[in-house]
């Protein structure tokens, strides 16, 4: 085993007129849970292309788990494992036939002892012998990830593994990612547009945005670049950006939709202002941001990582409750 699980240099992918990928460098320790985090569209996916050998690499080079994927693909294939974001389970097989076709596709001659252990593992052994199709999608996780594990990899990608998942089942899926890269020695390279997943599963995070790395660090590296809380306003009418300069705080202002975000030394502060100054009704949105890695993503390339802020509190909710109780 090598050190470095995963190397690329200059990994470059064209499609045409469009450059998907554009000279990535990347270096993934032995053992570690990396994660790509970028929008869709970003080249995460190519990316993982690449590496697997699934896809042509344009220019550069790289290795994972010691092999170069253009030089010895077989190689590098047999130490590569990879969970696909979308369904490659057969519902019409069992856990069992779906390992047995798995074991047939990596060519593998001994494979009962290993599915049967990875089967106890996720807890699927009792299930084994009933068909895919009546298995809950936590359950069909547990059996794509196994599927993935069968051949023994150093190496495993996953794309984006909890797209689509509740909150419940992404959690779950969060516990069984760590405990795999633990259990089993694995090393992981996953892709996400979910900022907490990247905060709360990997210990490194590249940042990628329209096919290059903003960013790389750990996500305490990452978070602790941006000394600075964001504001995401929206009055109607809009504020001009002079009135918007002289709130206490402001370092920067940036349009944003039909609105600004401001990045601030203290939220606190600066909202204070607001609500002091402005009329509260003409506020149409506000939003704070502490130092996350989303602030990180809006402080290099300007826009927002997540179309819609859902998880973001709503400070316009908060304030007016907050005057409803002082009355
Ligand atoms: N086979 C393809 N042919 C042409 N363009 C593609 C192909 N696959 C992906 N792209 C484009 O490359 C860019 C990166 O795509 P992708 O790697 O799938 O992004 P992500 O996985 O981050 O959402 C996108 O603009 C996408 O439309
Ligand atoms: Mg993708």
């Known amino acids: 085993m090598t050190a470095e699980a995963i190397v690329a240099r200059g990994l470059t992918k064209v499609y045409g007129r469009l450059t998907a990928v554009d000279h990535v460098d990347l270096t993934v320790a032995t053992g570690g849970i990396f994660g790509l985090l970028g929008p869709n569209g970003a080249g995460k996916t190519t990316i993982i292309k690449m590496l697997t050998g699934l896809s042509e690499i344009t220019s550069g080079t790289a290795t994972v788990a010691g092999f170069d994927v253009r030089q010895q693909p077989m190689h590098a294939k047999q130490h590569i494992g990879w969970v696909a974001a979308e369904v490659i389970l057969d519902d019409d097989l069992s856990a069992w036939e779906n390992l047995w076709l798995q074991a047939q596709l990596q060519r593998m001659t001994e494979w009962t002892e290993r599915a049967r252990a990875l089967l106890r593992y996720f807890d699927l052994d009792e299930r084994r ?3 895919v199709g009546g298995y809950s999608t936590g359950m069909r996780k547990k059996l794509e990830i196994a599927l993935a594990l069968l051949h023994q990899p150093e190496v495993i990608f996953m794309d984006e593994p909890t797209i689509g998942l509740d909150a419940n089942t992404r959690r779950m899926l969060w516990e069984l990612i760590r405990g795999v ?3 089993f020695k694995i090393t992981v390279l996953l892709t996400s547009h979910y900022i907490e997943e990247a905060d709360a599963l990997c210990d490194h995070v590249a940042i990628i945005d329209h096919g290059r790395f903003v960013a790389q660090g750990t996500p305490d590296e990452l978070k602790a670049r941006v000394r600075a809380d964001f504001i995401e306003l929206e009055t109607r009418p809009p504020m001009s950006e002079a009135q918007l300069r002289e709130l206490p705080g402001v370092l920067s202002i940036q349009a944003q939709g039909s609105g600004s975000m401001l990045k601030v030394a203290s939220a606190d502060e600066t909202l ?11 506020i149409h949105r506000v939003n704070v941001e502490r130092p996350s890695l989303e602030s990180v993503f809006v402080d290099l390339t300007g ?4 179309a819609t802020a859902g998880d973001v509190p709503d400070y ?3 304030y007016a409750n907050l005057r409803r109780a002082q009355r």
């Open 303 to 306: 826009s927002r990582m997540e």
């Open 129 to 131: 012998g009933d068909k």
């Open 316 to 318: 316009r909710k908060f």
């Open 181 to 183: 890269n633990r259990e």
């Open 272 to 282: 204070a202002a607001i609500f002091a100054r402005v009329d509260p009704r003409s």
